[in-house]
């Protein structure tokens, strides 16, 4: 499947991968660099749900509140 950008930049994503991916007006899209490739990743219900639970146990919070006071000593 192909696209073009316009000379703005911005690419059309074709309509079937907007229906499949639920990808409306205003949907924030996260962009990735790889070495020689762009991804594009829609933000929306489905991907915070599959988000969810993924850093439980991994001592997160923690590293978070660590962080925080590392910060404040500064």
């Known amino acids: 499947m192909e696209t073009y950008a316009t000379i703005k930049g911005q690419v059309v994503i074709p309509a079937r991968l907007r229906k499949k991916f639920n990808i409306k ?4 899209i ?3 660099e790889g ?3 762009i991804i594009l990743k829609p933000i929306t219900r489905t991907f915070y749900d599959k988000l ?3 850093l439980k146990g991994k001592g997160v919070l923690k590293a978070l509140a660590e962080d925080r006071v590392r910060e ?3």
């Open 25 to 28: 007006a205003g949907t924030k």
């Open 30 to 32: 996260h962009v990735i």
């Open 35 to 37: 070495d020689d490739e």
């Open 52 to 54: 969810r639970g993924s």
């Open 72 to 74: 404040k000593e500064r």
